[in-house]
């Protein structure tokens, strides 16, 4: 096929994944063009210094510092800057033109996303991010377009490869988290400051996204309740080995019958869940739908060729519509939903006590989860390795978290226990 | 939203799936039309006999047995009836009015994919066939669509439940294949005659519709090589299990330098590869992709619900395009590829034989491998189970299956060897 229109890209951004967007809007033009219908002509790279950040091997004229123009001329804009600002900007501004956004950036579009759609719906534009959730898994468009006829009731995501690098290391090596964290960043898993993956952001901006596709409604990071990873000992996931579990943060987005909640936290899951074999720095996606049952869809989360696999498949998309004349399909309408406080959410939990070694014990805690209606799936007892009392580690039913965190404390302040070690909650059962 | 228009939507077949799209077209008409821009009404369901086959469910006047009326007056048509005939008249019946269709029919899809697809175009018309390929699992767009900026370089399949219940069982409890059929039979996994299933056909057909998709070209089901598992016997099994491997049917779609192949096997992979955990009647299909890497997607392969959804998703990306009032977006055209004869393939064998246990044996088998130019990766002897030689295997490297034959048949007229007892090949390495 002999593509008969051209289209105008401007990439913003020169980092990892824009370096191999350009590298495959170079090379790959004849097959783009074929599966577009329109040739795809890279038209410029907008960066903020061009000494500094031009990668050498792409050609030196297509380095620009004055995005603004670049963006005035183009019929696609690929965003790869990250950030809120200037990625924002430079975005309206396309689509206000009406030319088609593609961009990777979550943190904006978690942000955002609600009024950066809006605005490419009311000018005609498209706007894109498959890339900003899970880096390579197509898992946006198969949540917005091919279980469109379906309903999604819950999403469990591994949407962060640091933490699932370093829960994975400490699992199969009983390393503790700081050893392990001082590992990912000499192997370049983990960024010199690494609170965005470990305090569990990254995977709450991804959250937020998966959720307003699901559930056809927009949800922002800020309404994610986070928890990271800092707090996960080497004992918890040698306990959790123990008793068949292994534990991995999740981003979950959960459509029950009193509203939605969205959350991430670090989760036991059993070993025997198709999550729990999501090893090192790779992600995945599960999903569960009324029709469709249970789905999973698995691959790498980040690093410069996947993600830029994701936004080339995001730009050919783009391209067949520009090169068809198409009009745009109606996205799905905003739903209003009930977005639950986090304490009315469901879930169990799993309780590690230290307890003194004494009679009556066991009685005197099972009867505060009884008085707060939290019964007990299984409790299981060993020496504490200082020799000074014993090991208790309970696992519940599910239950409300409010009433859960209510007996953690009540059971916490009781004379026969030294301290609350660890309280994580279980998914997947 | 309320939707402005109006699709008319014709139900061809009201079995298993059928009597599921029926329900949710129904049940779940205003977040259809909240999706998809416009109403979707159901005209009516065509049966051959509307006294056996119409679902007590569902209202009696909507089944008719004029199917051609029906399509004459629809905007949408599902076609789930199966095979060739009258499937394939009444698709094509659609297509020419211009109506869209929508069909899970793997059979005439992989007969006469191209043909239909042609006349889609020709029409303006839309043919979507997700659920006709790992029935949930939506893998046809994230292929055509999500991959489109990537080059896929293979894809490696569990795309029938049957023979994957059977496998994982034989895996699971040691027991033969026979006995396993009956099992799976009882139980309903495997129908009364299995031919399609165990003989590879059902796996040969969705090969064919994925390498279609993956390399924008045009393979069909009888250019597809294809061995089913009635061969596979509890002992390969077990030996398999022993050397750290599981055995799965596999319908693999690889694009090499010299060409594409297609082809259907009892294949053996590793334990650590994702597809190795892919337990039951589940499905799942392995994709690997010059940018993306490895990505892999998992969930319910067959099963009224499942496929209803899959059927659904497509319906309602018809929908939008049609309430949009867009044009079509282009497919990928067609490309001309080399499709390479089954002997030109590269694989490793894993060779089982009973050979006399006698010095000198091994190398006068090695000698031959040599003499052959095939490299052996691993070999390993055990005593035989009836006490008379030994068993040996030997797992290959890669090399070209024409040559790995001709070894094995030389191999099998020596002296020193008994028998061959079994030849399997391994993927995923």
Known sequence: MTAEKSLKVALLGCGTVGAQVARILLEDAAALADRSGAALELTGIAVRNTASERDVQLPAELFTTDANSLIDQADVVIELLGGL??????????????????????????????????????????????????????????????????HITKV??????????????MDSTGAAFDDVLAQAQALGYAEADPT???????????????????????????????????????QDVAAAAEAGYVIKLLAIAEHAEAGVSVRVYPSLIKRSHPLASVRGAFNAVFVEAENAGDLMFYGAGAGGNPTASAVMGDVVAVARQLAAGAGLPNGSADQP???????????????????????????????????????IESM????DADGE????????????????????????????????TSVMRVEGN
Chains 1, 2 share one sequence.
């Open 380 to 383: 299981s007892q060993h020496s």
């Open 156 to 169: 469990m995501g591994i949407v962060n490869g640091t933490t699932n690098f370093i829960l994975d290391a």
């Open 337 to 375: 939903v009930n977005l639950l406080d986090f304490e009315q959410i469901t879930t169990s939990y799993w309780i590690g006590l230290s307890v003194k070694d004494q009679p009556g014990v066991l009685a005197s805690i099972a009867a505060v989860f009884g008085e707060h209606g939290v019964s």
């Open 196 to 234: 965005a993956d470990v305090g569990g952001h990254d995977a709450a901006a991804k959250a937020a996204i998966l959720a307003s596709l699901a559930f056809h409604t927009t949800v922002s990071s800020d309404q994610v309740h986070t928890e990271g990873i800092t707090e996960v000992s080497a």
């Open 85 to 150: 600002h200037p990625a924002g900007d430079y975005i309206a501004r396309a689509l206000k033109r009406g030319a088609s956004v593609i961009t990777g950036n979550k943190a904006l579009i978690a942000a955002q996303g609600a009024q950066l759609n809006q605005l490419a719906a009311e000018h005609g534009a498209q706007l894109r991010y498959e890339a900003a959730v899970a880096g390579a898994i197509p898992i946006l468009r198969p949540i917005a377009d091919s279980l469109a006829g379906d």
């Open 389 to 420: 009392g014993s090991a208790l580690r309970i696992l519940t039913h599910r239950g409300a978290e409010a009433a859960l965190r209510t007996t953690v404390d009540a059971v916490a302040a009781l004379d026969a226990v030294h301290s609350v």
